[in-house]
C-alpha cells in the first residue's frame, strides 16, 4: 500500500503502458480523424457536382447566344451517336453518347473539352473548369481581353 494515499501499489512487474506507445496512438487518431474532416467537403461535393451534371444532363442540350463584354457568343452541346450505332439505355433509360460541343466567340471556334464530372474546361482558361458552357464561354472572353481567337483550330484532321 501506498502510505501517502493509502491506495494499493501495482506489483513491481506489472506492465504498464509506455508513454511512446500512448502518444502514438493518440497521434495517429489524431491524423485519421484531420484527414477525415478535411476530405469530408471534396467528397461530399463530388457528389453534388456528378449529381448537378445529370440533371443538366437529363434536361437536355445546352444551348446559348449572347453578347457578352462586346464580343458574341454561341454555344451548343447536344449528345451525337455514330452513324448506324445503337444508343445504349443506360439506368434511367438515357443515351449514353459522346458529346457535340461547338462554342464560338465572335464566329471563331473556341476548343472546349468535357471532363468526367460534367464541367466543361477551354484552350484559353485550361486550368479552371466551370459547370456549364456559358461560363466557360464568359470566362475565355475574360481571358481573352481584346485579343481574338485563332481562326484555324489546331486539332484538324
Known sequence: MNPTTGTPREPAGAPRPARRAVLRTVFTAAVIAGT???LAPVLLE???AAGRAQERDAVGPERFSELYRGREI???ATAVVAAG?????GEAGAVTAAPGIDVRVDGRALHVMRRADGSYLSAVNHYESFPTLLETARAAVDELGTAQLSASSPHTI
Open 36 to 38: 477525415g474532416a478535411a
Open 46 to 48: 463530388g457528389h453534388g
Open 74 to 76: 454561341k454555344g451548343t
Open 85 to 89: 450505332a445503337q444508343a445504349d439505355a
